[in-house]
């Protein structure tokens, strides 16, 4: 098993109502970045890095980073910065990037370029991941929806490309053409970094996985749809000939470890609280009903089973259970209201019971994550914490606990379930992968 | 909403490279052709049918939008504007009275700069095409669709009128299905072109620019640019309308274009 720590690096701003606050709406683009403060920036982006080398040095696998446009609940806007460090300051472990937005980018060689010098500089470490993007992204960077899905592919193909051919050759796609591909640097890992992909929403990313069988990676969805989604990539790796197992499924889910369960409970709740995902379950933001349909991005008759409840119950503040499938579209005009606090409260603790949020002692956690690994049988796991309103302090107390306790206990539990990783069992033959000590060795197909 | 019609429309389907593009015709006399908006169209309305009195009134599903098929290699509005060329082409209709309702009066002048020799004048309705110098068009890809539409009414009450406070479904699926092509060919720039405003001169054909007094969509300047740029055509403003004056004013529409067709 492959056990990874994340966080979103949300702004956490103590001088504003972000931090902490349970009234004020944080709507999609709809915060002014007149209220950024490039001081606390700097605070935050060095803290999150030191907590990656914190996770290093409590014993994860691997620490993984996302990338989001314009939010204040995600400050991974230029992700592949932040990777460049960590391949620098680390030393073992794998860096994930859970992902790269492709479709947004118009030169996407110059993304194969920076994607090769992280792995270089990291000797092999990189692991990279590719996303549509939410319709966040695509406004941001004013990439049209329309062609997302078109351009996502494009942009892949071309890049195993460029990592996999000898240069000079031209591309001349439907959305890209060079007339001189020949990148003076190449990935460090053979033939290419290991690529995983991560999503919530589209049918399409997760045939498109499985096909390609590149491990997918659900992010904090319930378990019920996150099993059915599973289900689905392993109905499409038999149509196409394979068997899927434990390597080519990765699952995302928030835990946060205390040494008492009442300090757990209280840590936990800021997993609420503060910049949180806008598009997670029990976030105080709310989606755009505009920016979740952008025209063209998704189409809208192939949602999976996650994407029909979990986000548009996020977008609303509501629970999953009140959500039937019919009502996946936004009302027209409505702006959903965010959630009251007392309302947040019932969303936690039912949050807690359906193990969309796991806080308590290593004691309790333990048989959660094992109910987790039992129902779902990924071989990649990340811990998700420090996130929402969690201080520093917040993030290394938990982190100490789950390097003494939670991850040794974890491997057992892995270990006895056979859930190998994708670094252990090749996805592309699943044949046993050797296990060498020096990078180099583990790439993707 | 609208009323019974005396004069029918019926759909034709009309072939163009490849591709099955539907219009909706109607009446007798002179032919006048027009273009939809970007949120497509909803039928026979009521500028379609007071123009049929007098007219051959010719009113095509811009491709990909409506019925007509989608040309997948797309990317501009010109694009659209050699298409529907090659429509009126094969209808063999001369003397045409083309006019264009907003994302409609952007192809109507792309196609007019491309070639005019079947346009005997053309009518430009709060078009999109031109980057307004002051003030921006509205950009509906960040709006919901009925703020959208909304914006462009000259009184926003007239909306509930039109389309009660539930919002039918079928129209919805129109707005957004339409939104769709609008992207495939105008998400950026938005709703102008660069390579269009240098090539107005050569536009020879009458040419009539018509604009709602209190047009919340696109800057009047964009018109003001479309008179400014066009070698022959004047500004008419409609009093008591908005964006889309074929709702707020369908009638006087109607004349300003029977007018134009006559001229």
Same mark, same amino acid.
């Given at each position: 098993?492959?056990?990874?720590?994340?966080?979103?690096?949300?702004?956490?701003?103590?001088?504003?109502?972000?931090?902490?606050?349970?009234?004020?709406?944080?709507?999609?683009?709809?915060?002014?970045?007149?209220?950024?403060?490039?001081?606390?920036?700097?605070?935050?982006?060095?803290?999150?890095?030191?907590?990656?080398?914190?996770?290093?040095?409590?014993? *994860?696998?691997?620490?993984?980073?996302?990338?989001?446009?314009?939010?204040?609940?995600?400050?991974?806007?230029?992700?592949?910065?932040?990777?460049?460090?960590?391949?620098?300051?680390?030393?073992?472990?794998?860096?994930?990037?859970?992902?790269?937005?492709?479709?947004?980018?118009?030169?996407?060689?110059?993304?194969?370029?920076?994607?090769?010098?992280?792995?270089?500089?990291?000797?092999?470490?990189?692991?990279?991941?590719?996303?549509?993007?939410?319709?966040?992204?695509?406004?941001?960077?004013?990439?049209?929806?329309?062609?997302?899905?078109?351009?996502?592919?494009?942009?892949?193909?071309?890049?195993?490309?460029?990592?996999?051919?000898?240069?000079?050759?031209?591309?001349?796609?439907?959305?890209?053409?060079?007339?001189?591909?020949?990148?003076?640097?190449?990935?460090?890992?053979?033939?290419?970094?290991?690529?995983?992909?991560?999503?919530?929403?589209?049918?399409?990313?997760?045939?498109?996985?499985?096909?390609?069988?590149?491990?997918?990676?659900?992010?904090?969805?319930?378990?019920?749809?996150?099993?059915?989604?599973?289900?689905?990539?392993?109905?499409?790796?038999?149509?196409?000939?394979?068997?899927?197992?434990?390597?080519?499924?990765?699952?995302?889910?928030?835990?946060?470890?205390?040494?008492?369960?009442?300090?757990?409970?209280?840590?936990?709740?800021?997993?609420?609280?503060?910049?949180?995902?806008?598009?997670?379950?029990?976030?105080?933001?709310?989606?755009?009903?505009?920016?979740?349909?952008?025209?063209?991005?998704?189409?809208?008759?192939?949602?999976?089973?996650?994407?029909?409840?979990? *986000?548009?119950?996020?977008?609303?503040?509501?629970?999953?259970?009140?959500?039937?499938?019919?009502?996946?579209?936004?009302?027209?005009?409505?702006?959903?209201?965010?959630?009251?606090?007392?309302?947040?409260?019932?969303?936690?603790?039912?949050?807690?019971?359906?193990?969309?949020?796991?806080?308590?002692?290593?004691?309790?956690?333990?048989?959660?994550?094992?109910?987790?690994?039992?129902?779902?049988?990924?071989?990649?796991?990340? *811990?998700?914490?420090?996130?929402?309103?969690?201080?520093?302090?917040?993030?290394?107390?938990?982190?100490?606990?789950?390097?003494?306790?939670?991850?040794?206990?974890?491997?057992?539990?892995?270990?006895?379930?056979?859930?190998?990783?994708?670094?252990?069992?090749?996805?592309?033959?699943?044949?046993?992968?050797?296990?060498?000590?020096?990078?180099?060795?583990?790439?993707?197909? | 909403?609208?009323?019974?019609?005396?004069?029918?429309?019926?759909?034709?389907?009309?072939?163009?490279?490849?591709?099955?593009?539907?219009?909706?015709?109607?009446?007798?006399?002179?032919?006048?052709?027009?273009?939809?908006?970007?949120?497509?169209?909803?039928?026979?309305?009521?500028?379609?049918?007071?123009?049929?009195?007098?007219?051959?009134?010719?009113?095509?599903?811009?491709?990909?939008?409506?019925?007509?098929?989608?040309?997948?290699?797309?990317?501009?509005?010109?694009?659209?504007?050699?298409?529907?060329?090659?429509?009126?082409?094969?209808?063999?209709?001369?003397?045409?009275?083309?006019?264009?309702?907003?994302?409609?009066?952007?192809?109507?002048?792309?196609?007019?700069?491309?070639?005019?020799?079947?346009?005997?004048?053309?009518?430009?309705?709060?078009?999109?095409?031109?980057?307004?110098?002051?003030?921006?068009?509205?950009?509906?890809?960040?709006?919901?669709?009925?703020?959208?539409?909304?914006?462009?009414?000259?009184?926003?009450?007239?909306?509930?009128?039109?389309?009660?406070?539930?919002?039918?479904?079928?129209?919805?699926?129109?707005? $957004?299905?339409?939104?769709?092509?609008?992207?495939?060919?105008?998400?950026?720039?938005?709703?102008?072109?660069?390579?269009?405003?240098?090539?107005?001169?050569?536009?020879?054909?009458?040419?009539?620019?018509?604009?709602?007094?209190?047009?919340?969509?696109?800057?009047?300047?964009?018109?003001?640019?479309?008179?400014?740029?066009?070698?022959?055509?004047?500004?008419?403003?409609?009093?008591?309308?908005?964006?889309?004056?074929?709702?707020?004013?369908? $009638?006087?529409?109607?004349?300003?274009?029977?007018?134009?067709?006559?001229?």
């Amino acid at each position: 098993m492959l056990i990874g720590r994340f966080t979103e690096r949300p702004y956490q701003d103590p001088e504003s109502g972000y931090f902490g606050a349970t009234g004020r709406a944080i709507q999609d683009l709809s915060i002014s970045n007149a209220e950024y403060d490039p001081r606390l920036g700097a605070d935050l982006y060095n803290r999150y890095l030191d907590e990656q080398v914190a996770a290093e040095e409590a014993g *994860f696998d691997a620490v993984m980073l996302n990338e989001h446009h314009s939010t204040p609940f995600c400050m991974g806007g230029t992700v592949n910065t932040e990777a460049a460090i960590l391949a620098r300051i680390t030393d073992k472990v794998k860096i994930v990037l859970n992902g790269n937005v492709l479709p947004i980018w118009d030169d996407p060689l110059w993304l194969a370029e920076e994607l090769a010098t992280i792995d270089m500089i990291s000797r092999g470490r990189l692991v990279t991941g590719w996303v549509r993007g939410t319709g966040r992204e695509s406004i941001a960077h004013n990439a049209p929806p329309p062609f997302n899905w078109e351009r996502f592919q494009e942009a892949h193909d071309f890049i195993i490309k460029a990592w996999t051919d000898d240069g000079p050759f031209r591309w001349e796609g439907e959305h890209y053409d060079y007339r001189y591909v020949n990148p003076w640097m190449k990935p460090y890992q053979t033939p290419h970094p290991q690529i995983m992909i991560p999503g919530v929403v589209s049918k399409n990313t997760v045939k498109w996985a499985a096909e390609h069988r590149y491990p997918y990676l659900m992010l904090s969805t319930r378990l019920e749809p996150t099993k059915l989604s599973f289900d689905y990539y392993r109905e499409v790796a038999k149509e196409n000939g394979y068997e899927a197992g434990p390597q080519h499924i990765g699952y995302l889910f928030k835990v946060h470890v205390e040494e008492t369960e009442e300090l757990a409970y209280e840590v936990g709740k800021k997993f609420l609280d503060g910049p949180g995902n806008i598009f997670l379950e029990g976030s105080r933001g709310t989606a755009s009903p505009v920016l979740q349909n952008l025209p063209g991005l998704t189409d809208r008759k192939n949602l999976l089973p996650t994407g029909q409840v979990g *986000f548009v119950a996020a977008s609303r503040g509501r629970d999953v259970s009140d959500v039937a499938p019919a009502e996946a579209e936004a009302k027209d005009g409505a702006v959903p209201k965010p959630a009251g606090a007392p309302a947040m409260q019932a969303d936690y603790d039912t949050q807690l019971e359906n193990l969309t949020i796991i806080a308590g002692t290593p004691d309790s956690v333990i048989p959660k994550i094992r109910h987790v690994l039992e129902t779902l049988r990924p071989g990649t796991i990340f *811990f998700w914490d420090g996130d929402g309103a969690m201080t520093h302090e917040d993030s290394m107390r938990s982190l100490k606990l789950m390097g003494s306790d939670v991850l040794p206990a974890v491997r057992d539990i892995a270990a006895e379930l056979d859930l190998p990783s994708s670094f252990e069992v090749n996805t592309m033959t699943n044949e046993p992968m050797p296990q060498l000590e020096e990078a180099g060795a583990a790439g993707g197909d | 909403m609208t009323t019974e019609t005396a004069i029918a429309s019926q759909r034709r389907v009309i072939p163009v490279a490849g591709l099955d593009l539907h219009l909706r015709e109607g009446g007798d006399g002179p032919p006048i052709v027009i273009l939809h908006r970007s949120t497509g169209t909803l039928g026979w309305d009521t500028l379609e049918k007071k123009l049929a009195e007098r007219f051959r009134v010719i009113s095509p599903d811009l491709p990909g939008f409506g019925e007509s098929e989608r040309p997948d290699w797309a990317r501009e509005p010109r694009d659209i504007a050699l298409l529907v060329a090659r429509m009126l082409e094969r209808l063999e209709l001369t003397d045409i009275t083309l006019v264009g309702l907003g994302f409609g009066g952007f192809v109507a002048a792309e196609l007019a700069t491309a070639n005019e020799e079947r346009l005997k004048s053309l009518v430009l309705v709060g078009a999109a095409g031109i980057k307004p110098r002051e003030g921006e068009i509205v950009d509906q890809m960040l709006i919901e669709h009925g703020i959208y539409v909304r914006q462009g009414l000259n009184d926003e009450a007239d909306y509930e009128a039109r389309f009660g406070s539930e919002l039918h479904a079928d129209i919805k699926d129109i707005w $957004e299905f339409s939104r769709i092509m609008t992207a495939r060919v105008s998400w950026s720039p938005y709703m102008f072109s660069r390579r269009l405003a240098p090539l107005l001169s050569e536009v020879k054909a009458p040419s009539l620019v018509v604009w709602g007094e209190n047009d919340r969509i696109i800057p009047r300047d964009s018109g003001q640019q479309y008179v400014e740029g066009l070698s022959d055509a004047r500004l008419e403003v409609v009093s008591g309308a908005g964006h889309i004056v074929e709702w707020d004013a369908p $009638e006087q529409l109607a004349e300003l274009i029977a007018a134009q067709a006559a001229g």
